[in-house]
Structure formats: structure tokens, C-alpha cells
């Protein structure tokens, strides 16, 4: 009797086993499918987002991917409100990935999450050219390193698949750093020289400052003397998945490269090469609107700038030389980058790739603040009156997206992605498409918070501009019509668009 008692609790016990492993799994199962295979689920409560309908719309500047953190430093850094739990852990992801300080590659036998840095770097993680997902800084003077951007450099002509042209013993951009063993490609400063003053209406003097590069320690030969040098720093990275669901027809039906309906304003695609599909593609990514996607963006940036290869960028193949590949970023005349320690596998990993990727996608956008103001609302009109909304775009209604949450989005940009003549004040080197003067619209959503984020208030692409006022005062070209609107306002008109444009 007592043995049958035994083998029925046994037996019961293991029921009760089979039933809490049978629910284990499943709850594994589940959460498996939301982080692996569903990860772009577009919200995690639709009925959570009514707190929206009590907001002015003009504030919703990413439309429902509008985040209301603007207090803090983290401002540009927040993922995009009641998002799914999937794109949320690959969010967190990819944060980790885009924060972590790199090294260099390991040894065969040993592995980490983060090795593979360099040979030649620019910088050893992403924040450091775009801290806390904002604007890099650019050197104060020529003492100091060039820590959040780079010199780029190219020659007259052409290379692979339209691309522009390499100096001779060196890449595209100049690699300031380098791991023990290896030399930095050359010792690169920037000295601030004063290009322009003037005098706005009512008597305020200005002054424009460019940038004079200082190249020395070439450690692989002289650069040719028609070298274009070119400093660019990080841009800030939020709202990006929603520029990317900017439709190709919307864009091509605001260019109009031959200028003819007659206003002056001339934009134009850039044509690049889609290195994942193969081909041509329209770019919209990078100052010169040189990447066309957000994938192959960051594989480009991950491989140039930090020296990791990745399934985008497992090898380098060098423009002067048809027959040189290596796994690093290594040109064939550097023997000492091409000896240097190598990683036996991808040093971004395709899933870090994707994980990046995804987090570039769903940083949300800062909402537009003082829409109710007047002074703001009054430089509003003062900035439509003056053309700038010819090319800095304000109501667009996105289109598809893998990511199903960045459809069909009434957003507030202020950017056409298109190139533009910005004159020969600007000029710097060609890219693809792009000439020397020619230049993405900057998207202007979250400008009135760099200061607060970053620390500063350097724009344009190489940060000669120290307030939004000077880079207006840069634009030339297609835009030199509404600099000269804005040099005759009287400064309570300019101030009252300052104050405009510092809202968003």
C-alpha cells in the first residue's frame, strides 16, 4: 500500500514538473519571438499614446515618435515612446554597442564583444563624435586634436562606382590614431582663420572664421599638392529612422537640378552605390547625402572611422591599386597597418550591425517648444518669407519603413535630403554626385538644444559656425537670396527668427 502511495506522488510530481517545463518554455518561446523574430512590432500599447491628443500638433516634430524629455543632457538619446518590447531590447542593444569603448584586436583564441579597433582609427566608439547621440565639437584651436570628427581628403578624379578619388598611400579620411606598433596616418590640426566681417542692418558687426589644416608626420608619403581637405564632424543622430522613410518619389519630385520653375533653388539626389544590393541608389545619409542607407551608414562609419570590419565592410580594396584586398583598413603601402593583429572573424558581428542599425532607427525626435510664442511664431513667417523653407522642408508624411511604426508620420524636419549649391565659400570635395559646394539640407529638428547636450553651438559641417547667425550668414549659392533677406532685417526681425529656429 505504501509503495503505491509513493508511486503516485512520484508519478503527480512529475506531472507537475512536465506542466511547469511545458509553461517555461513556452514564456521562452514567447519572449524568443519578441526579441529574435519580432522585433519591429511598432508599439507596445496603442491605447497608451492618447496623452498625445492634448498636445499643439506643430510640437510633434517626429510625430508620434515625439518624446517630451528636453531637460537633460540626454535629450537626443531617448528611444521612441511605448515602443514594442522587441525593438526595445534591440534599442538597448544597440545603445550598448554605440557607447562601449573598443580595443584592439585580440589575439587567435581569445574573443570579446568589443575588440577590433584600428589599425588607423579617427575614434575608439561611436559617442565619441556624436556624444550623448548629439552635434560633435570642433577643435578650439590648432593645440588641440580633432576628437569628434575628421579630415577627409580626395584628389581630382574618379573611383569605384562614381566614389571620389583617394590620395596615393591613403584613404578617404586621414587616421589621426593608430594601435601600439603602427603609425597614425599623418599629425592633423586645424588652425581658425578669419574669412569675412560685415555689417547687418542696424549697424551689428559681424565676423566668419574657416578652417586652415595643419598636416604633418605623413607616415606614408607626401600628399599630392591638389589634395581637397575637408574637416566633418559627427551630426547628431536622433529621427534618422524617420528620414529614412522619406519616400525616393517625394524627394525626387522636390529636386529640380536645372532650376525650372525659375526661384533659384536647384536641388538635386545624389547618386551612390548601394554596396548590399549593388547598384545605384538615391543618398540621403552624411553631409554630402553619400550613404543610402541606415545600414550601410553605420558599416561605413564602423569600418572608416573606428577600423572595424563587418558583412558590409569585410575588406578593403584600394582605388590606386585594382589588385590590393585586405581585412583591414589598411592602404597595400602600409606595411606596418597591414601586419598589425587582425581579428579572425567580423569585428562588428552582423548581429551588432543589425542591433545599431535599429537603434539609429528609433531614436525618437524632441518635441518643437514655444509654439504658441509670438516672437516665435512671428520668425516663423520672417523664415518661410525668406525662402529657407524652399530647401529646409517643414511638413512631410513618411512612407514605408521596415520598422511599421515610422509610416505614415506627419513630421517636421526641416530638411529636403536633397544636395545644394551653397556657394564657393563652402567649398570642400566631391562625393559621388556631390560637388566641391554642394551640401545635404541639415534636417534643424532639436537645434535649440545642442548647446544643452553638447556644450557648444559649432554647426555647419566642420563646425566653423559658433551660432546659428553665422551659419545663415555661410550660405551662398542657391541660398544666397535669403542670406541677403535675412542681413537686411532689422535685429529685431533676425532676432525674432533666431528665436524661431532655436524653438525646434
Known amino acids: 500500500m505504501s509503495h503505491d502511495v509513493k508511486t503516485h506522488s512520484s508519478s503527480l510530481t512529475l506531472k507537475i514538473g512536465l506542466v511547469v517545463l511545458a509553461l517555461a518554455t513556452g514564456a521562452l518561446a514567447v519572449q524568443a519571438y519578441k526579441t529574435v523574430w519580432a522585433p519591429y512590432s511598432a508599439y507596445k500599447d496603442p491605447s497608451l499614446m492618447g496623452y498625445l491628443d492634448n498636445e499643439n500638433p506643430k510640437s510633434l516634430s517626429g510625430g508620434d515618435n515625439t518624446h517630451f524629455h528636453a531637460s537633460s543632457g540626454e ?29 584592439p584586436a585580440l589575439p587567435a583564441g581569445y574573443s570579446s564583444n568589443n575588440d577590433g579597433l584600428g589599425p588607423h582609427f579617427s575614434a575608439n566608439f561611436c559617442e565619441a563624435c556624436h556624444a550623448a547621440d548629439g552635434r560633435g565639437a570642433p577643435p578650439k584651436n590648432e593645440y588641440e586634436p580633432i576628437m569628434e570628427g575628421f579630415v577627409r581628403v580626395s584628389i581630382p578624379g574618379t573611383g569605384p562606382h562614381g566614389a571620389s578619388l583617394s590620395p596615393p598611400g591613403y584613404g578617404h579620411q586621414l587616421s589621426d590614431k593608430a594601435v601600439e606598433g603602427v603609425k597614425p596616418e599623418a599629425h592633423v590640426r586645424v588652425k581658425w582663420v578669419e574669412a569675412e566681417t560685415g555689417v547687418l542692418a542696424g549697424g551689428e558687426e559681424y565676423s566668419l572664421r574657416k578652417p586652415e589644416f595643419i598636416i604633418k608626420d605623413l607616415a606614408y608619403g607626401p600628399l599630392p599638392e591638389d589634395t581637397m581637405y575637408e574637416m566633418r564632424l559627427g551630426p547628431q543622430v536622433f529621427g534618422l529612422g524617420l528620414l ?37 541608389a538615391i543618398g540621403r545619409f552624411g553631409w554630402k547625402a553619400n550613404s543610402f542607407d541606415l545600414r550601410q551608414q553605420s558599416a561605413e562609419a564602423a569600418y572608416f572611422d573606428m577600423g572595424l570590419n563587418n558583412p558590409l565592410f569585410f575588406y578593403r580594396y584600394d582605388d590606386q591599386a585594382n589588385d590590393h584586398k585586405a581585412r583591414q583598413n589598411c592602404e597595400p603601402e602600409q606595411l606596418d597597418c597591414l601586419q598589425a593583429q587582425q581579428s579572425d572573424d567580423f569585428e562588428m558581428t552582423p548581429a551588432q550591425l543589425v542591433d545599431v542599425t535599429a537603434y539609429m532607427q528609433t531614436l525618437g525626435v524632441v518635441y518643437r517648444r514655444d509654439v504658441d510664442d509670438p516672437v516665435a511664431l512671428h520668425g516663423e513667417a520672417l523664415f518661410a518669407e525668406a525662402g529657407c523653407i524652399a530647401c529646409h522642408k517643414t511638413n512631410i508624411t513618411t512612407g514605408e519603413s521596415e520598422i511599421s511604426r515610422l509610416e505614415n508620420q506627419l513630421i517636421h524636419p526641416y530638411t529636403d535630403l536633397l ?21 545635404r539640407t541639415q534636417p534643424l529638428w532639436g537645434i535649440g538644444r545642442i548647446e544643452m547636450v553638447n556644450g557648444h553651438t559649432n554647426f555647419l559641417h566642420d563646425g566653423r559656425a559658433r551660432n546659428i547667425q553665422e551659419a545663415i550668414l555661410w550660405h551662398g549659392g542657391e541660398a544666397e537670396k535669403a542670406k541677403g533677406y535675412y542681413k537686411d532685417l532689422p535685429q529685431v526681425e533676425r532676432d525674432a527668427m533666431l528665436r524661431f529656429i532655436n524653438s525646434l
Open 75 to 103: 535629450t537626443f538619446a531617448q528611444e521612441i515612446p511605448n515602443m514594442g518590447w522587441g525593438l526595445s531590447a534591440a534599442f538597448d542593444r544597440g545603445d550598448g554597442f554605440f557607447e562601449r569603448p573598443l580595443q
Open 244 to 280: 529614412e522613410a522619406i519616400t525616393e518619389d517625394d524627394m525626387l519630385a522636390w529636386s529640380d537640378p536645372n532650376d525650372a520653375d525659375g526661384d533659384g533653388i536647384s536641388g538635386r539626389v545624389n547618386t551612390v552605390w548601394d554596396r548590399e544590393r549593388g547598384g545605384k
Open 419 to 439: 544636395l545644394h549649391d551653397m556657394g564657393e565659400g563652402l567649398a570642400g570635395r566631391p562625393d559621388f554626385d556631390a560637388s566641391r559646394t554642394e551640401w
